[in-house]
């Protein structure tokens, strides 16, 4: 892992009355969240001085960002254990365990699946940046099946599957509430939720996105579903549980937090099936929930 050089921007602020985390900002592209840490590391000014992200700016104040060095990712190969569920010349699929990053991302620079996969496969996609291997992705905190590519013409092949939606997709989720159906399906768009850039949201303007909830066991104030998707939207399980009033055992983004003393998304992706597309043959993988969901539905149970 090394350091990329600092940068440092400055701009003028063009209205009044605005908060200086929020102006900070929509000046500098960045998010509201980092310019409130570089507040809280001393590196933002407005005319000079370090300010209360509360704090108001007038139009002409003079507002300065100082970055720090930016880290870069480290494909430094490492043996972080995960399971081989099927393995092809040109791609496999593995179980993903819950906790670990897909790619290098703040916080996560040499510790992620993709580090996990250079140990254990000879990977040939250096096209792919700093994710070589990766077709799509789970949250950190998401267990379950990944398709990873084993060289570039695969990742593109692979990647145009899931682009035109041949990939067949299921999860398991432990909900909360007792729901009023059997099966549904909800049909509500996403995108990023303007008040917290972590999050993802239900709004008109998002991306159309699909999922189809089935209930299979019914417990005492939760739920096991089985979740299709017919997109493959960020957070998307997450946000469309939560939007049913549902939402997932453990999310503490989306209203499942402390649920039954779970402490992460009770969501894991339990079947996919494609087409490979070297020789057409039908591919189908399932893995079965993680001891960490099977004893929350033991807890839930014998409450």
């Not at 290098?104 to 070589?132: K, M, Q, W």
């Amino acid at each position: 892992m090394t350091d990329r050089e600092g940068t440092t921007q400055t701009h003028t602020a063009d209205v009044s009355g605005e908060r200086a985390d929020a102006c900070g900002a929509r000046l500098t592209g960045a998010t509201r969240s980092a310019i409130s840490a570089l507040i809280g590391e001393g590196l933002f000014f407005v005319n000079g001085r370090v300010p209360k992200k509360s704090d108001k700016v007038k139009a002409g104040d003079i507002i300065e960002a100082r970055f720090p060095p930016e880290k870069t990712p480290d494909l430094t190969p490492r043996d972080i254990p995960f399971g081989l569920v099927l393995d092809r010349p040109s791609y496999a699929v593995i179980d993903k365990p819950a906790g670990l990053t897909v790619h290098p991302a703040p916080g996560h620079y040499d510790d992620t699946l993709v580090n996990a996969l250079l140990f254990a496969f000879n990977i040939d996609d250096g096209e792919n940046g700093f994710r070589p291997g990766i077709v799509h992705r789970l949250d950190k905190d998401t267990s379950g099946l990944l398709v990873i590519a084993k060289n570039s013409a695969s990742r593109a092949k692979l990647s145009k599957l899931f682009g035109d939606r041949l990939v067949e997709k299921k999860y398991l989720a432990v909900c909360r509430g007792v729901p009023k159906f059997e099966e549904k399906r909800v049909e509500a768009p996403l995108g990023r939720d303007p008040r917290n850039r972590k999050r993802m949201a239900v709004r008109p303007d998002g991306r159309n996105a699909v999922s189809v909830f089935k209930v299979l066991e019914l417990y005492k104030g939760a739920f096991l579903a089985e979740v299709s998707i017919l997109t493959g939207r960020t957070h998307q399980i997450r946000v469309h549980a939560a939007y049913m009033g549902h939402p997932l055992v453990g999310d503490a983004l989306y209203g499942g937090k402390g649920l039954f003393g779970f402490e992460r998304q009770a969501l894991h992706s339990h079947k996919i099936g494609f087409d490979d597309p070297d020789t057409g043959e039908r591919i189908s993988a399932s893995s079965q929930l993680p001891r960490d969901m099977l004893n929350l539905i033991d807890k839930i149970k014998n409450r």
